[in-house]
Structure formats: structure tokens, C-alpha cells
């Protein structure tokens, strides 16, 4: 089975405390959630970590690589992984919040990066689920992704009635390693409530199929405190 763990985070960029100020304790539970699930992710003593998050179009990362905070006012660059060079290719937010999320952790084994393009139709998709969970290494995948950000009238996207039901799934989904019900998300509906979490979901979910063998879920945290559905889970093979 090479496919040893997975954990999802959300990947806002106040989820860094120096972007976030004096408004840093506000998601000190977040925070808290997300290097629970990192360290069980660990725990499981891969070969190699994968970042896996929603970018610009669907394709692996060469190392070296990374992202910048500099976007959200504090001048930050954040390597793939601690101990590689700078600069590189450029991580999108997604992936430097999950690199930014490992480096607390002082990850030791290697880690490669994909990105996954919002708009990615079921073949694109489930062809990177089968590259990501079929190989030989033993991998642990750190999944990044935001829910709705429609929960609300100072959300990003407004308030939108169907993005409370559309969360709840969401979450059900992700504490019940529920690959069904991950696959099902509706591209059109996701897009609409600026989801950015629907594509990487989606290649947890059809990679850890692709894995095989039964798994549980454990769901770490499950809030919308700025309008955006934020979710930390653990998944593990049983």
C-alpha cells in the first residue's frame, strides 16, 4: 500500500501568524488542528510527503521551489522543503501554506509538490489520483484546500444558501473517508461557491481508492470564521 496517510488543511494565508497579526490568536484552534493532523501525518514514516493544492494549472513541481507571503504584506519566502534551496519554481498559495505547515515540523523525508488546476475535469483528475496512489515509495499526502467561501454576508463570496449544506457534506465526507461522497462534488456547484478545496478532494479521494484497502477518517476541526469553510482531517489506511 503506498499510499501510508493523508491529512487536509485549509490554506488561508492568516494561518500564519505574522500575516495575521494581532489577529493571530483568532485561529489559534486552526493552527492547533492543522500541526495535529501534520504530525500524525508524519507519524506514519513515509518514504516521502506530496503537497497537493489547488494551483494555476495540474502539474507536478520541480524542486527546488517556493512560494512568497510578500502577496499578504509580510516578506516571507517559503522553501518546499526546510534544508532545500530557495527560489526555484514558484509554489502557488496552496502549497506554500502546506510547505509553511511541514516546516514546523522540521520534516526530514524528501517532498515534492502538485498542483492541481480548479477547473479539472474527472479524467485529469483521476489520472494524477492514479499516479499519486499507485507508485512504490510510501507516501503521505498533505492535501490543501478551502471550502466555501460563502458563508455569509462578509464572506468573500456573499452569502449563498446552499453553502451550508454543501460544507456539511463536505465535512460528513472528510470524517468518514467517504470517497464516494468526495467524488460526487459537483464541479459547477463547487466553482460557484468558490470551493478551491473540490479538485485536491477529489485526487485524495480517487488516489486513496486507487491505494486500496478500507480507511477511517478523523475530522480535526470544521468552522467558517472569516465566511470561508475551513477543515483539518486525518486519514489513515485500517
Do not use: N
Not at 153 to 174: F, I, M, N, T
Not at 209 to 232: I, N, T
Amino acid at each position: 500500500m503506498p499510499l501510508v496517510a493523508a491529512a487536509v488543511c485549509p490554506h488561508p494565508p492568516l494561518l500564519v501568524p505574522d500575516v495575521a497579526g494581532a489577529a493571530a490568536p483568532e485561529l489559534d484552534d486552526l493552527r492547533a488542528a492543522c500541526d495535529t493532523a501534520v504530525g500524525g501525518l508524519l507519524a506514519a514514516d513515509p518514504d516521502a510527503v506530496v503537497l497537493l493544492g489547488a494551483g494555476p494549472v495540474t502539474s507536478p513541481i520541480p524542486a527546488p521551489a517556493t512560494g512568497s507571503l510578500q502577496p499578504w504584506g509580510v516578506d516571507l519566502d517559503v522553501p518546499l522543503a526546510p534544508g532545500q534551496p530557495g527560489r526555484g519554481a514558484v509554489l502557488p498559495l496552496s502549497l506554500t501554506i502546506g510547505a509553511w505547515l511541514l516546516a514546523r515540523h522540521g520534516v526530514r523525508p524528501p517532498v515534492a509538490a502538485v498542483q492541481v488546476a480548479a477547473d479539472a475535469g474527472p479524467a485529469e483528475l483521476a489520472a494524477l489520483a492514479d499516479e499519486v496512489g499507485a507508485g512504490s515509495a510510501r507516501i503521505a499526502l498533505l492535501v490543501l484546500g478551502d471550502g466555501s467561501a460563502c458563508r455569509g454576508e462578509k464572506s468573500p463570496g456573499y452569502d449563498d444558501p446552499r453553502a451550508l449544506a454543501y460544507d456539511q457534506g463536505v465535512a460528513r465526507a472528510l470524517a468518514e473517508a467517504d470517497m464516494d461522497a468526495l467524488l460526487d462534488l459537483d464541479p459547477g456547484l463547487s466553482a460557484e461557491l468558490k470551493a478551491a478545496g473540490r479538485a485536491p478532494w477529489q485526487v485524495l479521494a480517487g488516489a486513496v481508492r486507487s491505494s486500496g484497502g478500507a480507511w477511517r477518517g478523523e475530522l480535526r476541526y470544521d468552522r467558517a470564521p472569516y465566511g470561508v469553510a475551513y477543515f483539518v482531517a486525518s486519514w489513515e489506511p485500517v
